[in-house]
Each structure stands twice: as structure tokens, then as C-alpha cells.
């Protein structure tokens, strides 16, 4: 369990009105074990699924609910909830709620609450998986997203509805562990003025690599680049000099961070080769192709027969080759699973002779290749953590915080 400074933190709890509200008891009790000082405002139909009074009992505050509510208003009311919060957690964050979040309502508490405080808000999103997909809730969270408000979760699985697929509220202790990880990156940030990466130099590849078979046809894979660039961002952001190797996508360059566009392998491995020395941390995000064409055709090849096979041969692994140097910085590696994760991703750390890799499931629906949100099982010689799914930048950040921490020790 991560521990939270000593001053304690105020959390307040945001329960919308769906199925997973009946888990909202044990995420107090969870926040609760971890010296938070939690209070909850439920929504008038979360109190179809779970009562005032148990999470009153548990929380140990009197539970609001309603912005009309004279007695309640004269104890804490929503501009005092507000304030008071260091940071807010709806969960669960239903397809409707999140709609009227976005649409900056003030038609009961939550939604008040939102518009009213300064404190981070995080977002648990829970709802059946066809509205989570459905291009209005997408919408909602990219905007949600854009104005700052974090996404944790959601999961993807077998649903209360009986379908299977992304949207169930991830499990409360998922949650509180994120909280907890929200705290201690902030306090890390606080004690080093939140440069915990500052005069750190850090290189970085992204994307896919096209592997050319002759002038007008290549191949890749679904890499968008977006995870790298995450990874670039925070680091600038923390203070680091970011050099990012990119292949080819269609992003944006964070600020502050030099980047050099790459198509190929090999190009790849050059520009990483060309800029690796001096650097203190290397994180190859990049699907880099395993293989590519042994002969690429000068000329458009025309097609004529049935049949065509193309001789590929292996491309040289970057980490591998970067993990072999004398001099190296501290390397990390990303592992992309279908299967097996745990085991594949360990082979990788131990085969490529890594400090620490980060694996993901690419076979989770809403995770992964091209996609906004991503989980990880970050596995290191002494040690393993799982970041629960969130959006790639947050994760970003933890990666990263891990990385500090286990580079430092
Ligand atoms: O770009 P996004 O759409 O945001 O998607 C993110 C991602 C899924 C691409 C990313 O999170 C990820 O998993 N990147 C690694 C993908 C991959 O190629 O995994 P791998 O298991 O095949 O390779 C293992 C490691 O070796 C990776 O760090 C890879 O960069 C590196 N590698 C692989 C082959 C090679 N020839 N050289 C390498 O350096």
C-alpha cells in the first residue's frame, strides 16, 4: 500500500446513481485505511443503490445529498464541500452525470460541487460498455479530459447488464491506491518544486516503424504514438530535457521537447545512437517492426501472379543494443501482450537485460495501440506495480514517478 504524507488529506467522494454505487462502502473503507478524511455526496438516485446511512457510518460524517437541504447547508454546505476538498472522486461516474459535468450543470450536488471547487477531480467512469462506446460519452470524457479532469478507469470485463467489455467502475481499491499515488506524486513534486526530473536528461521513442517494400507500400502497425508522447510531455514537465525519436504520427510536439521524425528501424536505432550518450534515462515506447524487407523493390512492384512472398529479415533491437552499452542510462522498456503478460514482459527485463519494463494488454478493448486510456504491470528485478487504466498522460506521470523512485534508490 503507498503511503500519504502526514497531513491529512481531505477527500471528497462524488456517488452517482448506478449499480457500482454498491461498492461505494468499501472505497471509503478503503480511503479510510488510508488516513484519508473522507465525505460523500451522493446524488438522489445513487440512494436507490446504497443508503446515506451506511456511508455515513463508514465515513463518519454526516452524507449530503441535496443542494435544498437547509440542514445540511448550515453544517457544510456545497461552496464549504468544495473548498474543503483536496481532491474529489465520482465514483461511480455514470454516462449521465458525466454528460451533465460536461455540460457545466448546477442542477443537484455533485455537479455543483464540480463547478464550485478548485481541488483536482477524478473521474470512475462506470456504465454499460455500449455507452461507454457511444460517441457522446467519448465525446464527453475527450472534453472532460481537455479542462483537466483525470479519468481512472474504467475496467473492461463482464458487466452487471451481462455484456462484456470496457466500462466497470474499476475496484475500490484500485481507486484509493490512485489516490494515494495522486498524493505522493504531488507531495514529490512539492518537495522538488515539481521537478522531480530536473537536470535529468531523458530520450525517448514513439510510434510505430514503417518498413518500406517498395516506393509506394510499407509495413507497420497500429502504433499512434500517443502513450511516447504522453511520456515525453511529463517529463518535460517534470523537469527533464526530453529528446523524443518519433516514427510516423500524426501528434503534435509537447513543448520544450526536441523531437527528431524517424520512418524505419534502423533510422530509428541511428537517431537513438546519434543522441543516446549523456542521457540519464532511455524509455522505448516505440512498436519498433521486428522484422523488415530483405530486398526493397526499386520500382512499384506490379502485381501478376496469385501468389507473392516477401523474404523479411530481423531488424536490430534498439533496447537491446542501448541496454549493451557501456555507459548506459537507466533503460526502460514497454512490453506489448496479448497473453501472458507477466511472463512475457519478465523474459523481456531479463533477456534485454532492462532496469524496468512497463507491459500492457493490447487486447483489452479501449487500452493500448491508438487508443486514449492504457493500463500497466511495471516490473523491475526487485519489484512489480500495476497502474490501473486511466488516460496515457496520467500514466505518464506515474511511470515516471516510479521510475524516480526506483532510479534513486
Ligand atoms: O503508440 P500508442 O498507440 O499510444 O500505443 C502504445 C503502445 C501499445 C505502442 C505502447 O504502450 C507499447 O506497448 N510499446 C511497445 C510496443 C512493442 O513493440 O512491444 P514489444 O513487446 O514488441 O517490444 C518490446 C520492447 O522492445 C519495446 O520497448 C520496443 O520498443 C523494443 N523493441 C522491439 C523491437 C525492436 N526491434 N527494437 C526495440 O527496441
New binding site residues.
Given amino acids: 500500500m503507498m503511503s500519504v504524507s502526514l497531513i491529512t488529506k481531505n477527500v471528497l467522494l462524488g456517488i452517482g446513481g448506478g449499480i457500482a454505487a454498491y461498492k461505494s462502502a468499501d472505497l471509503v473503507r478503503r480511503l479510510k485505511e488510508r488516513g484519508f478524511d473522507v465525505r460523500v455526496v451522493m446524488s438522489q438516485s445513487a440512494m436507490e443503490f446504497i443508503t446515506p446511512l451506511t456511508l455515513q457510518a463508514l465515513s463518519g460524517h454526516p452524507v449530503s445529498s441535496s443542494l435544498l437541504d437547509p440542514a445540511a447547508e448550515a453544517a457544510m454546505g456545497h461552496i464549504e464541500l468544495a473548498r474543503w476538498a483536496d481532491l474529489v472522486i465520482i465514483a461511480p461516474a455514470t454516462a449521465n452525470l458525466l454528460a451533465r459535468i460536461n455540460a457545466g450543470m448546477a442542477d443537484e450536488l455533485i455537479t455543483t460541487t464540480c463547478l464550485a471547487t478548485e481541488a483536482p477531480i477524478a473521474l470512475c467512469p462506470a456504465m454499460n460498455q455500449q455507452m461507454y462506446r457511444n460517441l457522446a460519452t467519448q465525446a464527453n470524457l475527450a472534453s472532460l479530459q481537455s479542462r483537466g479532469y483525470t479519468l481512472w478507469g474504467p475496467a473492461s470485463g463482464s458487466q452487471a447488464c451481462g455484456e462484456v467489455g470496457p466500462g466497470r467502475m474499476l475496484e475500490p481499491l484500485e481507486i484509493a491506491e490512485l489516490a494515494s499515488r495522486f498524493f505522493a506524486t504531488k507531495d514529490v513534486y512539492a518537495e522538488q518544486e515539481s521537478q522531480p526530473l530536473a537536470g535529468q536528461s531523458v530520450l525517448i521513442?514513439?510510434?510505430?516503424?514503417r518498413e518500406a517494400i517498395d516506393p509506394v507500400r510499407y509495413i507497420s502497425?497500429?502504433?499512434?504514438?500517443?502513450?511516447?508522447?504522453?511520456l515525453a510531455k511529463a517529463a518535460a514537465d517534470m523537469g527533464a530535457a526530453v529528446t523524443l525519436v518519433a516514427g510516423p504520427?500524426n501528434l503534435a510536439t509537447p513543448e520544450g521537447v526536441t523531437r527528431i521524425d524517424v520512418e524505419s528501424?534502423q533510422n530509428?536505432?541511428d537517431a537513438?545512437m546519434d543522441n543516446v550518450d549523456k542521457k540519464d534515462i532511455f524509455?522505448?515506447?516505440?512498436?519498433?517492426?521486428?522484422y523488415r524487407v530483405n530486398d526493397i523493390a526499386a520500382c512499384k512492384i506490379k502485381k501478376s501472379a496469385e501468389e507473392m512472398q516477401l523474404a523479411l529479415v530481423?531488424?536490430?533491437?534498439?533496447?537491446?543494443?542501448?541496454a549493451s552499452l557501456a555507459n548506459r542510462p537507466f533503460v526502460?522498456?514497454?512490453?506489448?501482450?496479448t497473453h501472458d503478460v507477466e511472463t512475457?514482459?519478465r523474459d523481456?527485463l531479463k533477456r534485454?537485460n532492462?532496469n524496468m519494463?512497463?507491459?500492457?494488454d493490447?487486447s483489452v478493448a479501449g487500452q493500448?495501440?491508438?487508443?486514449d486510456a492504457?493500463a500497466?504491470r511495471v516490473f523491475w528485478p526487485q519489484g512489480s506495480q500495476d497502474l490501473p487504466a486511466t488516460d496515457?498522460l496520467t500514466l505518464a506521470r506515474q511511470l515516471l514517478s516510479l521510475i524516480v523512485k526506483e532510479k534513486t534508490k
Fill in positions: 521513442t514513439a510510434g510505430p516503424t502497425n497500429h502504433s499512434s504514438g500517443k502513450m511516447g508522447f504522453a504520427v528501424a530509428m536505432l537513438v524509455i522505448g515506447c516505440a512498436a519498433v517492426a521486428d530481423r531488424n536490430p533491437d534498439i533496447l537491446a543494443t542501448v526502460v522498456g514497454f512490453a506489448a501482450e512475457y514482459a523481456k534485454k532492462l519494463i512497463a507491459a500492457n493490447v493500448g495501440f491508438n487508443a492504457n500497466l496515457k
